[in-house]
């Protein structure tokens, strides 16, 4: 379905622009404006298949200059969808240069010089920012944060579901993370669906990972372990019930199935996320509302398969920081506010991105938005196989980064683990198909991006220009069938 329904989708972005430029032509319309309406529906097409339920945005033309991070740091500015907009103007440009079928020197000269130039400012403008940006004025009062990545490389196909118990996986992590954890660490931060335990979010305290995760904490008091985790969710008689929601088939009642993420620390809360931008076909049937009937065909690929819940917000785990000195409290606004008197405060702390949500820009500028201050993206992985599935999915977390400006920890079941600058630089990238541990110090950053703050404005101005045009071709097309009907009478 990945393949053929987006390439019947973008057949018919396609389509819908030979329509409209047959339509254009015929009303006099420039040639070039016709071509410049092809760009126009191509970016409408990519702004809203990030946005409904059959979304696969994996082929997001602006994705491609990943591996070149080096060369979009404006990013920050326009999102993915500006180096869509980048590729199509440079490719219809080169359309313009080759379409006469014979060369003219003298305008073929300028449109080379034309095209030269739209290539290469973007990507000297971006060296620039590159080789100047500078995080430092814009971090937290803390600074530097500590984190631990484990990837355990349990086998998503014969151990992760079956073969080996929640125990004994649980324990496998806990002993790779004793290698790098110490009295200094802020986080440790473990994959998705890391515990597979059945978890009650109606009773989490009881559960026996919870208590294992607990028991680690012990000697660690500003530790806090973030987790990917199977939760379930049961709805008390009487509550209203998700379009999601199972029932029970040998009891009464309801209850949804979520791809969880817990942060877990010495206090006596769990904060919680549920993925919410779920894979069509396997974590969620596409519109339940409409299609739940064919929940039986969800592809199931282990653990719990079918329409998983989702949730409104983007939650952003918070953490309660130490005693600070009054030289960083007088340096962090908001505390200037409340008075140096105050030396604890609950700060704006980690997105907690799982997986296939790591593709979507302004999904993840939202955690952003909502304070968070680093990104934490938890994956398996495994599912790929030793294919480039593993190593395209590794490279987009360079573009939200540079987007957000935030440094990024991943940590992915069977590789590849790493961490991100806010500039999009990999570091400690982990091998594949191999069980390990890294450690580093990452940037705690504040500032908002122009991207964070006003999202995907290319795609939101060509999405309404595409009404609009089809709205007026479609006046049109109707005003000529009732003049043609008069003169007809």
């Not at 430029?21 to 015929?26: D, G, I």
């Not at 739209?118 to 920012?129: Q, V």
């Not at 769990?270 to 519109?287: C, F, T």
Request: charge should be positive.
């Amino acid at each position: 379905m990945a393949v053929f329904g987006n390439a019947f989708i973008m057949s018919a972005v396609f389509w819908i622009f030979h329509l409209t430029k047959r339509k254009l032509l015929k009303s006099h319309i420039s040639y070039l404006t016709s071509q410049i309406c092809f760009v126009i529906f191509w970016l409408a097409f990519e702004f809203c298949h990030y946005r409904w339920d059959l979304n696969w945005p994996w082929l997001t033309l602006g994705n491609a200059f990943a591996k070149n991070h080096t060369w979009i740091q404006w990013y920050e500015y326009t999102g993915t969808l500006g180096g869509s907009l980048w590729a199509l103007v440079v490719n219809l440009m080169i359309f313009f240069l080759l379409r006469n079928g014979r060369w003219q020197m003298a305008d073929g000269r300028w449109k080379i010089v034309g095209m030269g130039v739209t290539i290469l400012i973007p990507i000297l403008l971006s060296l620039l920012r590159y080789n100047t940006y500078d995080a430092i004025p814009y971090l937290y009062p803390t600074q530097k944060v500590n984190v631990v990545v484990v990837q355990p490389n349990i086998d998503p196909y014969s151990e992760k579901f079956s073969g080996m118990n929640f125990e004994e996986q649980l324990n496998k992590m806990l002993g790779l993370a004793k290698q790098k954890v110490d009295s200094t660490t802020d986080y440790l931060l473990f994959p998705e669906t890391a515990l597979t335990e059945n978890i009650w979010e109606n009773d989490l305290e009881t559960t026996t990972s919870i208590q294992m995760l607990k028991a680690f904490l012990k000697p660690y008091p500003k530790l806090k372990i973030i987790t990917g985790a199977s939760t379930f969710r049961l709805y008390e008689e009487g509550k209203k019930i998700s379009v999601t929601a199972r029932k029970f088939k040998q009891q009464e009642g309801y209850y949804d199935a979520f791809n969880t993420t817990l942060q877990i620390d010495n206090s006596d809360s769990i904060q919680v996320y549920h993925k919410s931008k779920l894979v069509p076909g396997v974590e969620r049937m596409p519109y339940p509302a409409v299609f739940g009937f064919l929940e039986d065909l969800a592809i199931d690929m282990g653990g719990t398969s079918g329409s998983l819940g989702t949730q409104e917000e983007r939650t952003v785990f918070t953490s309660l920081i130490l005693p600070l000195s009054d030289s960083l409290i007088q340096s962090n606004q908001e505390m200037e506010k409340k008075g140096n008197g105050e030396r604890e405060k609950k700060i704006g702390g980690v997105a907690p991105v799982i997986c296939y949500e790591s593709i979507f820009g302004e999904y993840v500028r939202e955690f952003v938005r909502n304070g968070a201050t680093l990104i934490f993206i938890i994956t398996n992985d495994g599912w790929w196989g030793d294919t480039p599935g593993y190593k395209q999915h590794l490279i987009f977390g360079r573009l939200r980064a540079i987007e957000t400006r935030r440094s990024i920890a991943r940590s992915a079941n069977t590789g590849i683990s790493c961490f991100f600058s806010e500039r999009g630089d990999i570091s400690q990238a982990t091998e594949w198909w191999k069980p390990t541990v890294i450690k580093t110090s990452i940037n705690n950053n504040s500032e908002k991006t122009f991207y964070v703050k006003h999202g995907d404005i290319i795609g939101r101005v060509c999405f309404y220009v595409s009404g609009i045009i089809l709205l007026l071709i479609s006046a049109s097309s109707l005003r000529a069938r009732f003049v043609a009907k008069q003169s007809h009478r």
